[in-house]
C-alpha cells in the first residue's frame, strides 16, 4: 500500500485551519480513494457524488443533506463532494455550505478538473479553502517520504547511494505514476487503460464540460502534443498541424491542461541577456504514451520537479518556482528552480551521457549558482565535480528523483 504524500496535510487543511480542501488532479490518480481514507479516519460523515442521479436529487430535494444524518454532534463530521464542479451553482452551492454549517462540518472537495480554472470569472469561495493536486505517483512518494526544500542541499550533499529504487523508478519510467498501471506493471494492461483513460478524458470530461463540436480535432492535437515535449512550443506551427486557427489551438490547450493532459513550464528571462521571452514548454502527465527514450526521459524528470516545487509551494516549504533557460544562441538548459525569484538551482537532463553539458556550466557561472545537477537514466551514476567554487553533481535519475516529494 503506498500512502499517499498529501493526506496529512488535507487533514491540516479540514482540522487545523478549518477550511474545505479542494483536491483536484488528473484523472485515476486516486482522488475518491484518497478522500475515502480520510473519510474512514473522520469515522463518521458521509461521500456525495455529482455523477451518481441519486446523489444529485439530494441538493435539489435537501440542499444541506448532510445535517440529517445521524452523528455524533460534539465530533466533527465529514462531507466529500466528487465531481461538485460540474453542478452549474457550486460555487455560490459552497458558499452557502461553508458559512452555514463549518463550525460543526469539515469539508473535502474532489475534482479531475482544475478546480482552480473552474473558480474564475469572480471567486466567491476566498479565504474559504486551500487547493492541493493530487499527482501520479513520483519515487519519493513511493518510498513513502516527504523530503522537504529546506533539507535539499543536505540531502543531495549526503545522498543514500545504497538504497534501491531501481525497479521502482524503471516502472515509472515504463508505464507512468497512475496508480493502476504502475502497480500492474503490465504492458498490456497499460495499453488498454491508456486508450480508455484517453476516451474519458477527451470525449466525456472534455466534451460535457464545454459542448465542444471539434473533438476529433483535440484528439487529433493532443497526439501531436507527444511529438513536441521538450522543446518551445509554437501555437503558429501547431496551426499547420491541425489546419485550425490560431485561437481554436490556443483555447484547446488551455482546456487540456486543465484537464490535467499536460503542464507546461516558461522560460527564464531575468538577468538574461537576449533570452526567449515566448513559448512554454509542455510535458506529459502520462509520460508512458511518449515512444521516444529521451523526451520521455526529461519528461519523467520535469514531471518530478513540478511536482515537488508545486507541493513544496503549496503546504508552505518554500516560495518556489520551476522553469528551463534558453537565449537567443540557442544555448539551453532544461529546467531551473527559483526561490522568491532568485535562481537557486540547474538541472539538465542526459539520457546516458556522463560528460557535463557546457551549457550547464555556462548558465551556472551566468547566473551564479552555487548548485547545478545532471541527471542521467544511466544507472549506478553518482560524481561531484567542484570547478572555481560551483558544484555540478552527475546523478542516476533514480537517486536524484527522490529526493523530491
Known amino acids: 500500500m503506498i500512502n499517499r504524500n498529501i493526506k496529512n496535510f488535507v487533514h491540516d487543511i479540514i482540522m487545523k485551519y478549518n477550511k474545505m480542501a479542494f483536491i483536484s488532479g488528473p484523472r485515476q490518480t486516486g482522488k475518491t480513494t484518497l478522500a475515502k481514507s480520510i473519510l474512514k479516519d473522520f469515522l463518521q460523515g458521509v461521500y456525495f457524488n455529482w455523477d451518481i442521479i441519486e446523489d444529485q436529487k439530494k441538493i435539489t430535494n435537501n440542499p444541506y443533506f448532510f445535517q440529517y444524518e445521524n452523528r455524533d454532534i460534539a465530533k466533527k463530521f465529514l462531507v466529500v463532494y466528487d465531481e461538485i464542479h460540474k453542478y452549474y451553482n457550486w460555487k455560490n452551492y459552497l458558499k452557502g455550505v461553508y458559512d452555514g454549517y463549518s463550525n460543526e462540518f469539515s469539508f473535502i472537495i474532489t475534482g479531475s478538473g482544475r478546480l482552480d480554472f473552474f473558480k474564475k470569472g469572480g471567486d466567491s469561495l476566498f479565504g474559504r479553502y486551500f487547493g492541493i493536486n493530487l499527482f501520479p505517483f513520483s519515487c519519493g512518494e513511493i518510498l513513502n517520504i516527504f523530503p522537504l526544500w529546506k533539507d535539499f542541499k543536505e540531502n543531495l550533499k549526503n545522498i543514500d547511494y545504497s538504497s534501491d529504487l531501481r525497479e521502482s523508478y524503471e516502472q515509472i519510467f515504463k508505464f507512468s505514476g497512475f496508480p493502476e498501471p504502475y502497480i500492474r506493471n503490465s504492458e498490456n494492461f497499460y495499453n488498454i487503460w491508456h486508450n480508455e483513460r484517453r476516451i474519458l478524458l477527451i470525449r466525456e470530461d472534455i466534451r460535457n464540460a464545454y459542448a465542444l463540436k471539434e473533438i476529433s480535432s483535440i484528439e487529433i492535437l493532443s497526439n501531436i502534443l507527444t511529438e513536441k515535449i521538450g522543446s518551445p512550443l509554437s501555437i503558429n506551427s501547431l496551426t499547420e498541424d491541425v489546419k485550425s486557427s490560431y485561437n481554436s489551438i490556443k483555447n484547446w490547450l488551455l482546456i487540456l491542461e486543465q484537464f490535467y493532459y499536460f503542464f507546461r513550464i516558461l522560460p527564464f528571462y531575468k538577468s538574461i541577456a537576449r533570452s526567449l521571452k515566448k513559448e512554454p514548454k509542455i510535458y506529459l502527465y502520462d509520460w508512458a504514451e511518449i515512444k521516444d527514450e529521451g523526451k520521455r526521459f526529461e519528461n519523467v524528470v520535469a514531471f518530478h520537479l513540478y511536482k515537488g516545487v508545486n ?64 541527471v542521467v537514466h544511466k544507472k549506478n551514476v553518482y560524481k561531484k565535480i567542484n570547478e572555481e567554487g560551483f558544484d555540478i553533481w552527475v546523478i542516476s535519475a533514480d537517486k536524484f528523483l527522490k529526493l523530491f516529494p
Open 311 to 374: 507541493l513544496w509551494k503549496n503546504t508552505g516549504h518554500g516560495d518556489l518556482d520551476l522553469f528551463y533557460i534558453r537565449d537567443k544562441e540557442k544555448r539551453e538548459v532544461d529546467f531551473l528552480i527559483t526561490e522568491k525569484n532568485i535562481p537557486i538551482l540547474l538541472i539538465e537532463t542526459k539520457l546516458n551521457d556522463e560528460e557535463i553539458s557546457k551549457n550547464l556550466i555556462y548558465f551556472q557561472k551566468k547566473l551564479n549558482i552555487k548548485m547545478a545537477v545532471q
